[in-house]
């Protein structure tokens, strides 16, 4: 069965250069969010998408900005990068339902994750 | 509102004996609980899920959750552990709002496989 898709998967920056990550959701999945997970912490939301539209945000520094196309697949735009942004960062994908709430189990499907390093 | 508490942040068992992880959540509405588990350097696998069927809740590899509503817990078990077992687990409430799911995940319990 079809995944959650991130690219890539490794990436190395130097401090105050921009990083661009790619998340493919789950095929007929509505909803993307975003996570940020730092050496040994726990996941932290970052952003979540709704058809296209951003449906809530959380602890996303100003520098961070993303978005969902068409197509749903979203991208995490990453500028003036500082050596705490290292980390692994999350995309999941969600069917946030139609009609009813009741097509939505709230499960999440994670991607691998893209793990960020800045120098 | 909605909160986890991951009781523990380390539990260390030798291999073939009972695991114990344990959750409570608070939520103002009826929640969908889950059990992610991540090995190093991995991404989140689903272990099991409730989404208000029955409370006992059986998943993979072994691992099984009971929800209880009086107690607002959902503490994950495993009857004999295995080295293969060793990871970081992490327990998440979602919970619906006009269609959009509030995810909250607990701050993670690390697991410990002695041999």
């Known amino acids: 069965a079809a995944g959650v898709i991130q690219s890539p998967r490794h990436l190395i920056k130097e401090k105050r250069e921009t990083a661009t990550l790619k998340c493919y959701p789950i095929p007929r999945h509505d909803t993307v969010y975003w996570y940020q997970q730092g050496p040994g912490q726990d996941p932290q939301f970052l952003i979540s998408f709704y058809e296209k539209m951003q449906s809530d945000k959380g602890s996303i520094p100003d520098r961070f900005s993303a978005q969902q196309f068409s197509d749903y697949h979203s991208e995490l735009n990453m500028s003036s990068l500082e050596l705490g942004d290292s980390a692994l960062y999350f995309c999941?994908?969600?069917?946030?339902?139609?009609?009813?709430?009741?097509?939505?189990?709230?499960?999440?499907?994670f991607g691998e994750g893209s793990r960020l390093t800045v120098l | 509102a909605q909160s986890v508490t991951q009781l523990d942040s380390h539990v260390s068992v030798s291999e073939g004996t009972p695991v114990l992880l344990r959750c409570n959540y608070s939520s103002s509405y009826s929640p969908s609980l889950f059990w992610y588990v991540q090995h190093p350097n991995k991404g989140l696998q689903l272990l099991l899920k409730?989404?208000?069927?029955?409370?006992l809740v059986k998943g993979i590899n072994g691992f099984e959750a009971e929800f209880k509503k009086s107690e607002t817990s959902f503490h994950l078990t495993k009857p004999s552990a295995h080295m293969s077992d060793a990871a970081e687990y992490f327990c998440?409430?979602?919970?619906?709002?006009?269609?959009?799911?509030?995810?909250?995940f607990g701050t993670g319990t690390k697991l410990q496989v002695i041999p």
């Open positions: 999941a994908s969600s069917l946030r339902g139609g009609v009813t709430q009741r097509q939505s189990t709230g499960e999440l499907f």
């Open positions: 998440v409430v979602s919970v619906g709002s006009g269609g959009y799911q509030k995810v909250t």
């Open positions: 409730y989404t208000s069927a029955a409370t």
